[in-house]
């Protein structure tokens, strides 16, 4: 649903560079920056050879940030753009003028992201970011990943005294999560497992403060999608 139009002009003697992937690419001497960019089939030239588009051509890609809608049936249904990976310490986000997935910095602490996490595209929200989204899954995608996906709770967040809520999403295509409609359907030991990662995974970061603010249903997590898409609206 996401490879669309990413090789928008060609030269007249190539008759086709179908889209067919999206693989991290490093290019344009970015450090620690691994560029999303579609990845294409080889293009037949004139002379009936194959070649791979340049680099140059491959930049005219997708901005996973204002390129995607919040998803095909917002706020019932989003899209969530994973940038960190479930088990891992990596922090990395999307910068939407690269437009590419940089490694922000790795966690201080001794732990691992519960589940993959991101955020909403074409949402912004009262700590000045992007809506940010866990989804459970059961194995992790990769930065980059669109995943089109169901919100089910809300867990409230303060950091550094802003507000940085967190929208609890399920795949909408994985018939294991299909139990899954609202906050009570999530057990308490993964709501457990959330609450003290965020609680705890900037403790060894400076300056950091972090407090939990409890958890609401399916509800709160749609009215703060229609935030997060109101204030897009208003400052893009």
Not at 64 to 84: K, R, S, Y
Not at 90 to 113: A, M, T
Not at 165 to 177: L, M, N, Q, W
């Amino acid at each position: 649903m996401f490879f669309w139009n990413a090789v928008r002009s060609r030269p007249s003697s190539v008759r086709t560079a179908r889209v067919v992937g999206i693989p991290r690419l490093w290019e344009r001497g970015y450090k620690n920056t691994c560029v999303t960019a579609p990845l294409v089939e080889p293009a037949v030239g004139g002379d009936g050879k194959a070649f791979f588009p340049p680099a140059s051509v491959l930049a005219h890609m997708a901005n996973l940030f204002e390129d995607i809608d919040a998803g095909p049936d917002a706020p019932e249904t989003i899209h969530a753009v994973v940038e960190c990976l479930k088990g891992e310490r990596n922090k990395y986000e999307y910068d939407k003028e690269i437009p590419g997935v940089v490694l922000d910095r790795v966690l201080h602490s001794n732990v691992h992201y519960p589940s993959d996490y991101g955020f909403i595209p074409q949402t912004w929200y009262d700590d000045d970011d992007p809506l940010d989204v866990l989804v459970l899954v059961e194995d992790q995608t990769f930065p980059g990943c669109v995943i089109e996906a169901r919100p089910v709770a809300l867990m409230g967040m303060d950091d550094d005294g802003e507000q940085d809520d967190k929208v609890i999403a399920v795949p909408a295509e994985d018939p294991r999560f299909d139990h899954i409609e609202d906050v009570e359907d999530i057990t308490e030991q993964t709501k457990a497992e959330i609450d003290e990662f965020f609680e705890t995974y900037k403790n060894l970061e400076a300056g950091k403060d972090v407090e939990t603010l409890g958890w609401e249903g399916k509800d709160a997590a749609l009215e703060a999608i229609e935030h997060g898409m109101e204030l897009y609206e208003e400052k893009f």
